[in-house]
């Protein structure tokens, strides 16, 4: 599953290449795209776009969805291959879920998801390393658990609003 808006910069095409070699190995395997596009952005799939890519048997292009949480609890794995980001709200949902992911080694993804530890995580645009990954998760239950229960602590622990909000209100008083 890749939650967030149909943007090249989230790195889809590459997340479609790599889930086209899994899906070479088991044809069972889904790619479900949740989002919608940017209008916009001149960086975003158009309408159309999305649509030819979903026709292609196993892609699923969801649109924009009020029901993200329940859309993880359904996938195996959550995948974020941008290119670069800020703090990937998806990443702590995909905790708060217990799910792996699969993100790239950039600021924000690698603040919350630690190799090998809560996630896995690859170069930005690299297809291989992307396929492999999500190949281990895929195939690799116990892996997977590892790492949800992993980054579910993490999120828990860091990230939550109790422990978040008395450092915003730390941060204000220094500035006022």
Not at 53 to 58: D, F, Q
Not at 104 to 127: A, Y
Not at 129 to 148: C, M, P, S, T, V
């Amino acid at each position: 599953l890749y939650v967030g808006r149909m943007l090249r910069d989230k790195g889809i095409d590459e997340l479609v290449q790599a889930w086209r070699l899994l899906r070479d190995q088991n044809h069972s395997c889904e790619l479900k795209l949740c989002g919608a596009v940017d209008s916009g952005n001149p960086n975003s799939y158009t309408v159309g776009e999305m649509n030819e890519l979903s026709s292609e048997a196993g892609i699923h292009w969801l649109g924009r969805r009020n029901d993200v949480l329940e859309q993880m609890r359904n996938a195996a794995i959550v995948v974020l291959p941008t290119y670069r980001e800020g703090f990937p709200k998806v990443l702590l949902e995909a905790g708060m879920a217990r799910k792996a992911v699969v993100t790239t080694d950039v600021p924000g993804c690698r603040d919350i998801v630690k190799h090998q530890t809560s996630g896995l995580l690859v170069r930005p645009r690299n297809v291989d390393e992307l396929y492999k990954a999500i190949k281990q998760l895929y195939f690799d239950r116990a892996l997977r658990n590892r790492l949800a229960g992993n980054l579910n602590d993490i999120v828990l622990k860091g990230f939550t609003d109790r422990t978040i909000n008395p450092l915003w209100g730390k941060l204000y008083n220094r500035i006022l």
